[in-house]
């Protein structure tokens, strides 16, 4: 009898072993499967970036990195843009969240808007080209984002001040523009020293 409930007590150690074994390799493939998805989703949005084109092209590309993997893009609906030349090879984008709206009089004076922007996962990205001519759209889209005041003067405009509120700073290789490196920062791009962007090797 003895000899039986051991022969019995090895087959149930088996079958629970097997029993593992069969559920290790679904376990495995499960977790496999999640952080492959995972892995894609943080990815799949750099197919999108595009190495070579002009200045608009540069800011296309750092609106899509910025609303991929910023943080600050879940902070504002609409994000001004600015350009700069940082060194012969290197373009500078900024990115900040909007804080003041445009103002308009009912004399028709408005402080200067801009003329360019792109709209992204239903976010507003706009900047001034001087380069462009004017955009008949750009007060229509912005006051669809509740980005005009409408005041009698501009003494009654309110005006906001937020030196700590950061953006994202993007320094682009103009001969490679996937080359880049970017810095979240409360200071205006020029007033800090840049990061180093190797653009020598394409």
């Known amino acids: 009898m003895e000899k039986n409930k051991g022969?019995?007590?090895?087959?149930?150690?088996?079958?629970?072993?097997?029993?593992?074994?069969?559920?290790?390799?679904?376990?495995f493939f499960k977790l496999a499967f999640v952080f492959f998805l995972l892995l894609e989703g943080c990815t799949t949005w750099k197919i999108n970036l595009n190495p070579s084109g002009d200045y608009n092209t540069a800011i296309k590309n750092a609106v899509i990195d910025f609303s991929?993997?910023?943080?600050l893009y879940k902070e504002n609906n609409s994000f001004s843009v600015r350009i700069k030349d940082v060194e012969p090879e290197i373009i500078g984008v900024s990115i900040l969240g909007n804080v003041n709206k445009f103002i308009i009089t009912e004399d028709g004076?408005?402080?200067?808007?801009?003329?360019?922007y792109i709209e992204y996962k239903g976010k507003l990205f706009y900047w001034y080209d001087e380069k462009s001519a004017s955009n008949d759209n750009i007060t229509?889209?912005?006051?669809?984002?509740?980005?005009?005041d409408s005041v009698k003067s501009i003494a009654m405009a309110k005006i906001i001040i937020d030196d700590g509120k950061k953006g994202m700073d993007y320094y682009f290789c103009k001969g490679n523009l996937l080359k880049y490196k970017k810095i979240k920062t409360n200071h205006a791009m020029g007033n800090y020293d840049p990061p180093e962007v190797d653009c020598k090797q394409q």
Request: hydrophobic share 40%; no cysteine; aromatic share 2%.
């Open 109 to 116: 004076k408005t402080s200067r808007l801009p003329n360019q």
């Open 7 to 27: 022969h019995i007590l090895n087959l149930t150690e088996m079958g629970i072993l097997a029993i593992r074994i069969l559920l290790i390799p679904r376990n």
């Open 68 to 71: 991929n993997s910023s943080s």
């Open 140 to 148: 229509s889209k912005l006051n669809e984002y509740n980005l005009i």
